[in-house]
Antibody
Framework: QVQLVQSGAEVKKPGASVKVSCKAS????????VHWVRQAPGQGLEWTGM????????SYAQKFRGRVTMTRDTSTSTVYMELSSLRSEDTAVYYC???????????????WGKGTPVTVSS | DIQMTQSPPSLSASVGDRVTITCRAS??????LNWYQQKPGKAPKVLIY???SLEGGVPSRFSGSGSGTDFTLTISSLQPEDFATYYC?????????FGQGTKVEIK
């Protein structure tokens, strides 16, 4: 079945970097964009950015530009999100999600990973 | 960035009630509006895409409507499994943005 399997929980110190993986299976990896969304404890959903696994092009939310890098490995059908210069406000659950497109250029996140908790603490 | 504003932030309702959640965009987004349901400790799940299209496998008691800047999600008869937080999200332009969520609680 179609699924996205994310890497496990991370604990990092302020100033460090974290790299979260998201392995796709059950579908053609290069046919669907993957987006990343984060959720701080008790808070709402925040879009971080996206990657096109076909060519590797990316688009990031302005607030993360310069700190976030999304990459992919087509040989393993895995996308990665790396966030650097971590601060306590980056403590959140990070989700990857596949984006499906339907007629009319409508896009939505139809398959989600279970989330990777990232804790930033000294 | 397009701001998405949901109301109410929370509501209490009983099983069988009709529930309506509204979402307003800061500019016209045509029908590029999706609705998600999230239960505690779980990833969100898409319910409605393109403002009014029901995702496969989602019960027909969920419906969406609206275009331009004003949208609604309606649950026609609330079931015990529907107690959750609901988010609207626009896909008209990047950055994609979400409403702040509406928590539906048991009365």
């Amino acid at each position: 079945q179609v699924q996205l399997v994310q890497s496990g929980a991370e604990v990092k110190k302020p100033g460090a970097s974290v790299k979260v993986s998201c392995k796709a299976s059950g579908y053609t990896f290069t046919r669907f964009h993957v987006h990343w969304v984060r959720q701080a404890p008790g808070q709402g959903l925040e879009w971080t950015g996206m990657i096109n696994p076909s060519g590797g092009s990316t688009s990031y939310a302005q607030k993360f530009r310069g700190r976030v890098t999304m990459t992919r490995d087509t040989s393993t059908s895995t996308v990665y999100m790396e966030l650097s210069s971590l601060r306590s406000e980056d403590t959140a659950v990070y989700y990857c999600a596949r984006v499906r497109a339907v007629t009319g250029s409508y896009y939505f996140m139809d398959v989600w990973g279970k989330g990777t908790p990232v804790t930033v603490s000294s | 960035d397009i701001q998405m504003t949901q109301s109410p932030p929370s509501l209490s309702a009983s099983v069988g009630d009709r529930v309506t959640i509204t979402c307003r965009a800061s500019q016209s987004i045509s029908t590029y509006l999706n609705w998600y349901q999230q239960k505690p400790g779980k990833a969100p799940k898409v319910l409605i895409y393109a403002a009014s299209s029901l995702e496969g496998g989602v019960p027909s008691r969920f419906s969406g409507s609206g275009s331009g800047t004003d949208f609604t999600l309606t649950i026609s008869s609330l079931q015990p499994e529907d107690f959750a937080t609901y988010y609207c999200q626009q896909s008209y332009s990047t950055p994609w943005t979400f409403g702040q969520g509406t928590k539906v609680e048991i009365k």
